[in-house]
Structures are given as structure tokens and as C-alpha cells.
């Protein structure tokens, strides 16, 4: 896996094509910076804090296109597989009602003034999309073998 900050041309054009309308979740995997580089010489915070300043100012953004923060927390631990040493630290999960919304918000002319504090904490990131599908077995009837 490649730690990465930008989609590349080929991703950002598949992500522009796929289009169809249709709600998905997107998955972030997460690297911070020890400290965050800001090119206007703020004065020095975590990457963590860094990051944690753009979630607050981008769900003003993500709740106006009706997109929302499933869940944002600190990569506890490999549960299953190698991988004591991924390089994730945190994992964000972002319901969006679109892929379109989704692109419309990376132009939307206020989210340059808030990427700054993504760009600043972060090293990189993984980002992976995918439908939100119901569960096909109700819950209270899955067991769990004894």
C-alpha cells in the first residue's frame, strides 16, 4: 500500500466517470505528522490537531450536501493479519449522498481554506469507496458458534 495525499489523474477521472447518483461511504486510513507544516508559519501543533481542526471546519461543508462523519477514531490495533507496523493512525468513515457532491465539495471555493489544516497534519492517506448496503441477515438472528 502506498501512502498517498492527492488522487492521481487516472483515480480522479474514474471517480468523475462512476458518477451514477448513488450514496457511498468513503473509508480513510489515516497519517499524521508528528508536527504539522503549515507554509505560513502558524505556530507549531500535532498533525492530530491539525487534522482535527479541518474535521471540525469540513462537516459545515459535508452537512450542507446532506454527507455526514460516520465514525472518526485512533487505529487501536491489527485484529486479523499482518500488520504491526501499518501505517495508519486513524480511520475516518464519511457517508456521501453522491459521488458528484462528493467532487463538488473538493470544488467548492471555501475548501481550499479549509484543506490547509488537512494538508498541513496529514503525511498521507488511503481512501476507499464503498456502497452503503443493508445488512442481507437481520442482526438479532446472526449466532455465534459455540
Known amino acids: 500500500m502506498e501512502i498517498a495525499f492527492w ?3 487516472d483515480q480522479l477521472k474514474h ?5 451514477d447518483g448513488k450514496p457511498f461511504v468513503m473509508l480513510n486510513l489515516l497519517k499524521f505528522r508528528d508536527i504539522a507544516e503549515y507554509d505560513d508559519g502558524r505556530p507549531a501543533v500535532s498533525g492530530e490537531s491539525a ?3 479541518y474535521l471540525e ?3 459545515r ?13 485512533p487505529l487501536q ?54 456502497p452503503p448496503t443493508p445488512l442481507q441477515v437481520p442482526v438479532d438472528s446472526l449466532r455465534v458458534p459455540s
Open 61 to 73: 461543508l459535508l452537512e450542507a450536501m446532506g454527507a455526514r462523519i460516520v465514525h472518526y477514531g
Open 51 to 53: 487534522y482535527a481542526i
Open 77 to 130: 490495533e491489527v485484529a486479523i493479519g499482518q500488520g504491526a507496523d501499518a501505517p495508519w493512525d486513524a480511520v475516518l468513515c464519511v457517508y456521501y449522498p453522491s459521488r458528484t457532491k462528493f467532487l463538488g465539495m473538493l470544488e467548492n471555493p471555501d475548501y481550499p481554506s479549509v484543506a490547509v489544516h488537512r494538508q498541513a497534519g496529514l503525511i498521507g492517506q488511503l481512501l476507499i469507496a464503498s
Open 15 to 19: 471517480l468523475q466517470e462512476s458518477c
Open 7 to 9: 488522487p492521481t489523474d
Open 57 to 59: 471546519q469540513v462537516n
